[in-house]
């Protein structure tokens, strides 16, 4: 594949058209400076910047589409293991648009503009929330939600499938944890599981009941 200027490097294979290929996340053009430090404690306070280290692609997982009968995400790709995954290890940092909303106590004063466009984005995780009355609020009387999106601009594990539906299948090999970058980034991350994952096995996860209600109807 092509190396399109938007992308950060070169895409792993199978790499679908139209999404940015990321190896570090990027902040939103809205995210309010104020927030950064929330999400990279090591940032000077000052600068207002957001550096963190770009990750490589790990050798052990692949993209693939799927083609088996029955599978939700026929048609579709998602994420495998190339070889044994063990259990307890790390996968792959979720990698992809960090947001933020920013919410009044008062709902009525809920401006259009503050709305969340990544609210129905199937691909949006949240990474921290915080009340109006949080002590780390830069912005008294509001509630903050910061999420990232890999909806249009990620990595390989915005390919991760839900366990649900899959044949034969009772339960995920991976979840998805907080943890923190190596540049100290607040961050989600794929984990493996006690039975750890398979050579060629999917690696699935759990949405959650609140991510299949809300698709609901």
Not at 14 to 37: A, D, H, M, V
Not at 110 to 139: A, C, G, K, T
Not at 169 to 197: D, H, Q, Y
Request: positive net charge; charged residues 25%.
């Amino acid at each position: 594949m092509a190396h399109r200027k938007d992308h950060d490097t070169y895409p792993p294979p199978n790499w679908p058209e139209g999404i940015t290929y990321l190896t570090k996340p990027r902040l939103s053009p809205t995210f309010p400076p104020q927030l950064i430090p929330l999400i990279s404690p090591n940032a000077n306070p000052n600068s207002k910047t957001f550096t963190p280290r770009p990750i490589k692609h790990p050798s052990n997982v692949h993209i693939k589409r799927i083609d088996q009968d029955g599978h939700p995400a026929k048609g579709q790709c998602g994420l495998f293991a190339k070889s044994k995954i063990k259990n307890g290890e790390l996968i792959i940092p979720y990698i992809g648009i960090i947001h933020s909303t920013i919410i009044p106590d008062d709902l009525d004063q809920v401006l259009p503009e503050q709305e969340d466009e990544h609210s129905s984005s199937d691909y949006d995780l949240s990474l921290l929330r915080l009340s109006s009355s949080d002590i780390r609020n830069p912005f008294p009387g509001m509630h903050i939600s910061i999420g990232v999106d890999a909806a249009r601009k990620g990595n390989a594990a915005r390919f991760v499938n839900d366990y649900r539906g899959l044949p034969g299948i009772t339960g995920p090999n991976a979840e998805f944890r907080l943890g923190i970058g190596e540049s100290g980034e607040l961050r989600m991350e794929i984990w493996s599981l006690k039975c750890g994952v398979g050579k060629g096995e999917e690696i699935r996860v759990s949405y959650g009941k609140g991510w299949w209600g809300a698709r609901k109807g």
